[in-house]
């Protein structure tokens, strides 16, 4: 009886399991999302752009107003050195240019312009080499010519006024070179026949006859100027004028 009893209330003091059933339904579908990542990647790309350019014109700005105070710093002292105008007047400018003169260094050059009087009966005109702006820098002229001290590639050129008459006119350029014996060569020429009205002789009209070419010289060669009439060329040194420079 006792084990009988025992069994009894093992079994009542022993709680039932229990079950509990879901509905599926009570609770709302969930979406699983979806990120458009090339959408996103070409946002991000176009921030990045925008936020680049707006850095880079910080940069041009500040760069700008750094100028403008370096600048205006420069003037203050000039000013404070007693220079109240640190740009030259034309005035100014114009006294300056005489006394300058080219640097010694770089390629050879020289500019020269018409002398008085033209010639000396021969054809070959004479050239003023001293004063402003005539120079020479690493080309001597004597004896009326252009003399070459370092071989090379040269631009020559000649610009002659003259009287425009019923005569025939001849320009030239020439070169001497041991390579032809010392014998003059033309290098250039221009030959002109322009018979102008009585009305246009008296007033003075005058044509222009321009030469210019690249040549190779050597040491030693030497050009000139020739025309065959100088009573034809005009008078002026502005407007007469001969030279080269290497090229």
């Known amino acids: 009886m006792t084990d009988a009893g025992e069994s009894v209330n093992k079994d009542v003091k022993e709680p039932c399991p229990q079950v509990f059933v879901v509905d599926s339904q009570a609770f709302p579908r969930q979406v699983p999302i979806r990120l458009d990542v090339p959408r996103l990647t070409l946002v991000y790309l176009l921030l990045a752009v925008a936020l680049l350019g707006v850095f880079i014109e910080a940069g041009f700005i500040c760069h700008l107003y750094s100028k403008q105070a370096i600048s205006s710093d420069i003037q203050k002292v000039e000013y404070?050195?007693?220079?109240?105008?640190?740009?030259?007047?034309?005035?100014?400018?114009?006294?300056?240019?005489?006394?300058k003169k080219p640097k010694a260094d770089g390629k050879p050059a020289a500019f020269l312009q018409s002398a008085s009087p033209m010639s000396k009966g021969n054809g070959v005109l004479l050239w003023r080499s001293d004063g402003y702006p005539m120079f020479q820098k690493g080309l001597d002229y004597k004896n009326n010519s252009l003399y070459v001290q370092q071989d090379g590639y040269y631009y020559i050129f000649s610009k002659i006024s003259h009287l425009e008459t019923c005569e025939f006119f001849k320009h030239k350029v020439m070169q001497r070179s041991d390579i032809?014996?010392?014998e003059p060569i033309p290098l250039m020429q221009n030959s002109r026949y322009l018979c102008s009205s009585s009305k246009s002789q008296m007033t003075g009209e005058r044509g222009n006859s321009y030469l210019g070419g690249i040549f190779h010289l050597n040491k030693g060669d030497s050009v000139f100027v020739t025309v065959n009439n100088s009573s034809l060329v005009h008078n002026n040194a502005y407007e007469n004028f001969f030279g080269a420079f290497m090229v």
């Open 180 to 182: 032809y014996n010392n």
């Open 80 to 99: 404070i050195k007693g220079e109240k105008d640190p740009f030259p007047s034309a005035h100014d400018f114009n006294e300056i240019l005489p006394g």
